[in-house]
Nanobody, 125 residues
Framework: QVQLVESGGGSVQAGDSLRLSCAASGRTFNSYTMGWFRQAPGKEREFVATIRWNSDTTYYAGSVKGRFTISRDNAKNTVYLQMNSLKPEATAVYYC??????????????????WGQGTQVTVSS
């Protein structure tokens, strides 16, 4: 089992940057594909980015590609989401998640086995 704790959220202005972190407990962190999702008020949770266990593959939602970067440090059991050039529509609760799937980019919420509690990101114009 894996427990995930996100941090790094906050309130920023449009155009600013934030880096989210997700610390994982458990000895098998480096076996999981990790993902970031977000959920805005009144909307469904949506995929943001994912990274394979060995960082050889990353995949992004079209709305964030080129501005967000997912990375991981398996020695620290941590996955990151660097968010640059933030827009107001990025306002949401951001969740990290862990999945046993590894063969393809994993973008569906149903493919993830463990979830963090989320961290709020608010971007004002």
């Amino acid at each position: 089992q894996v427990q995930l704790v996100e941090s790094g959220g906050g309130s920023v202005q449009a155009g600013d940057s934030l880096r989210l972190s997700c610390a994982a407990s458990g000895r098998t962190f480096n076996s999981y594909t990790m993902g970031w999702f977000r959920q805005a008020p009144g909307k469904e949770r949506e995929f943001v980015a994912t990274i394979r266990w060995n960082s050889d593959t990353t995949y992004y939602a079209g709305s964030v590609k080129g501005r967000f970067t997912i990375s991981r440090d398996n020695a620290k059991n941590t996955v990151y989401l660097q968010m640059n050039s933030l827009k107001p529509e990025a306002t949401a609760v951001y969740y990290c998640a862990a999945s046993w799937y590894s063969s393809v980019p994993v973008t569906s919420t149903s493919s993830y086995d463990y979830w963090g509690q989320g961290t709020q990101v608010t971007v004002s114009s």
